[in-house]
């Protein structure tokens, strides 16, 4: 076992076989066919890739707490993914690093606005709207075509 810090989180990585589970909050991803020092430099990596595109949106609407969870679910959603295509599609060589386009992509999206629906029921749309660099009315319009994406 192994204890972590991304920023002021602090990640437990734990080896299930040939695996790591890193749990943190109540977020936890297993990494298929990683060691502890792997999962470490991978996980840390992307969360100070994503907290570097985010911490310019530190304001008093969106806290550096805010950006260090978003950060860190986003890193969690694709180092998993990542981790699957990985062993899935061996012959793809699949890095475990994020890509710019993920970085800012539809799902990045998708995990902002469900961050902040969760911790802040008042203010979620202009908090995500705020981080994803859009007006309020943009939002509203981005976050209903989200929701026909999703048949909601």
């Known amino acids: 076992m192994k204890i972590i810090e991304a920023g002021s989180l602090r ?12 749990v943190a909050d109540d977020n936890a ?6 060691s502890l020092a792997g999962a470490e430099k991978v996980i840390l990596k992307n969360f100070h890739i994503l907290y570097d595109i985010f911490r310019p949106y530190i304001t008093d609407v969106v806290t550096a707490n805010d950006i ?10 694709f180092t998993y993914m990542y981790s699957r295509w990985r062993i899935q599609y061996p012959e793809a060589n699949y890095s475990l690093i994020i890509s710019n386009n993920d970085c800012r992509g539809l799902t990045a999206a998708d995990e902002i606005i469900h961050y902040f629906k969760k911790v802040d029921k008042a203010n979620w749309r202009a908090k995500s709207a705020c981080l994803l660099d859009m007006s309020t009315e943009e939002f509203d319009v981005f976050y209903y075509n989200r929701e026909q994406f999703y048949n909601k």
Request: proline share 0%.
């Open 29 to 34: 991803i297993l990494l298929a066919g990683q």
């Open 11 to 22: 990640i437990t990585l734990t080896e299930q076989g040939d695996d790591i589970r890193a």
């Open 68 to 77: 260090e969870h978003i950060s860190l679910n986003i890193t969690f959603y």
